[in-house]
């Protein structure tokens, strides 16, 4: 039997030629033990769980054309990484092959895929109507479905611990959540969510939210709800740039937790994008004068811009000038189109799964409050996002002293003297954990670096009653010492600890919270009345 798919590309650059005799040559190698393996009956299901049902094994043309599938894809990965190109292209060539590879599994179609195909028999067709029904329901809708959407609401079982609305303008809303300690610390924490997402994942649910942990710590938390601007809305929000995202969102938030807590200095936490934020606020704030923050906190945030991950197969001069065209302007980076690319970073579990689940075997996804709030995406104002893209992602401007300029103020993000705790997640996709580790080399506070498990969302929410997965860092008790330039050299010398980093961020915070006394009377003050109850209105518009 001959090989199921050709084994040549014609990469720009090509392979060279011996490494491109060794891959044929083991492709070879592999499929005739495959095929002598079928032949004689003896043939094993693949370990890949796409091909793990017993249909699969019980169907030796089904199987054959599994693992057929699995070498092919194998081979052409391996051409990837042997193409004589430079790496950025290789990194477009990786990305580009996974996307064909992942949509092309025998999984992924009825003709080929024996488990549909036997329930679509022992149904009499109903797994077929049912599947053509979510599919319709999902083209409706503008999205897949990746969990039962019914069984949630913001702020009736997701994002329910206690607060209030304190302050709002056209860009976000300022939550004061209610104390949750007996004694709370002098010093507020205002947390800077990303703008990219909702803010709730850092309040899901009440064993898993961040927030009320902060709470129950003894932290007089602060949050900003960042408005979901609709295509509907004639107020101008389409045309808000970055500047406006400094001056009226984070520095007019904290401005309203000073006047609330009484406090001239307060904590600031920025996460992923909302870290980028507040970065370049209080570099904006020093540059005017004003030093409102004494201790910051980053998780998962890019600074430095030199590595983005796998986003940076989509950054080019061309995409950026196209951006600029569609919304440089006005307009607005739709939801819809920013969840479709992160979707696709991870094609097989966050798209052919639904794809084979919803249609193809007709089951309703189960209800899952992550991904609930995966779907609720946000839209993102038209000049704020071209200059984001631009500035970071392209030409990594922040990062260096005065090529950014806000208001007519230069940004320096060297100017961030004050201690800072700076986490990233070890198998992070969107800011490597050496991105975010950067950071430490542009601050120039006493810095503490450290590094959870796992990935950008369930790294950052790993609460400690869970008792799960682990984390590095250097021993709090030990003398302070300049971090090293190198990554890796920090990791080992980093002790890895178990279960949660939020008590060593807790314990780190505390240090810089002043004293504990009496928990506020009421929240907001005569200024800044209560509005409406927590989470508020701004997180309950939906964008798709």
Not at 234 to 243: E, F, L, N
Not at 447 to 460: K, M
Not at 514 to 520: V, W
């Amino acid at each position: 039997m001959t090989a199921p798919y050709p084994v040549q590309w014609p990469f720009p650059g090509g392979v060279a030629p011996d490494k491109l005799a060794e891959i044929q040559a083991e492709f070879s190698r592999e499929w005739a033990r495959i095929t002598e393996q079928a032949r004689q009956g003896a043939l094993q299901a693949p370990a890949d769980r796409r091909f793990s049902s017993p249909e699969w094994a019980a169907r030796p043309d089904h199987l054959l054309t599994a693992h057929a599938y699995l070498l092919s894809s194998r081979a052409m990965q391996q051409m990837v990484d042997a193409a004589q190109v430079p790496e950025p292209l290789r990194r477009r060539l990786r990305f580009s092959v996974m996307q064909w590879v992942e949509a092309v599994s025998p999984a992924n179609f009825l003709a080929t895929n024996p488990e549909v195909q036997k329930l679509v028999a022992d149904s009499n067709g109903v797994s077929l109507a049912h599947g053509l029904n979510n599919l319709l329901g999902d083209l409706q809708k503008g999205r897949m479905s990746q969990t039962d959407e019914s069984r949630f609401a913001v702020g009736g079982n997701v994002a329910v611990t206690q607060g209030a609305v304190v302050f709002e303008n056209r860009l976000m809303q300022v939550i004061q959540y209610a104390p949750a300690a007996a004694r709370t610390y002098k010093t507020p924490l205002l947390i800077v969510p990303p703008c990219i997402n909702k803010f709730y994942i850092l309040d899901l649910q009440p064993e898993s939210s961040l927030v009320r942990y902060a709470l129950e710590q003894g932290f007089n938390v602060f949050l900003v709800s960042w408005r979901n601007p609709l295509a509907s809305d004639d107020d101008g929000i389409d045309a808000a740039t970055w500047d406006d995202y400094l001056q009226e969102g984070v520095l007019a938030a904290t401005r309203v937790v000073q006047d609330v807590s009484g406090q001239d200095r307060i904590n600031a936490l920025g996460f992923c994008v909302g870290g980028t934020l507040l970065a370049s606020a209080l570099a904006l704030a020093h540059a005017q004068g004003s030093h409102p923050v004494q201790s910051l906190t980053l998780l998962t945030t890019l600074l430095d811009f030199n590595d983005t991950g796998v986003l940076d197969v989509f950054v080019d001069e061309a995409h950026a000038q196209t951006r600029e065209r569609q919304l440089g302007q006005g307009g607005l980076m739709s939801a819809r189109e920013l969840g479709t690319t992160f979707s696709f970073l991870r094609p097989s579990e966050l798209v052919w799964n639904y794809v084979v689940g919803n249609y193809l075997k007709g089951e309703s996804p189960p209800a899952f409050d992550l991904l609930f709030w995966n779907s609720d995406g946000t839209n993102l104002p038209g000049p704020f996002f071209a200059w984001y893209f631009r500035n970071t992602y392209l030409e990594n401007n922040l990062k260096e002293p005065g090529r950014v300029k806000i208001s007519g103020h230069p940004i320096d993000l060297t100017s961030l003297s004050m201690p800072a705790y700076v986490y990233g997640s070890r198998d992070d996709h969107i800011v490597p954990w050496h991105a975010a580790y950067a950071s430490t080399a542009i601050l120039r506070g006493p810095t503490r670096f450290v590094l959870g498990a796992s990935g950008h969302i369930a790294g950052v929410i790993n609460p400690p009653s869970k008792n799960r997965r682990h984390y590095w860092a250097e021993s709090q008790g030990a003398a302070a010492q300049p971090l090293p330039g190198d990554p890796e050299a920090w990791f080992e010398q980093a002790e890895r600890q178990a279960g949660s980093w939020w008590p060593d961020w807790a314990a780190w915070l505390a240090g810089h919270s002043g004293a504990l006394g009496r928990p506020p009377a009421r929240l907001g003050n005569k200024r800044h009345a209560p509005i409406e109850e927590a989470p508020g209105r701004y997180v309950k518009v939906r964008a798709v």
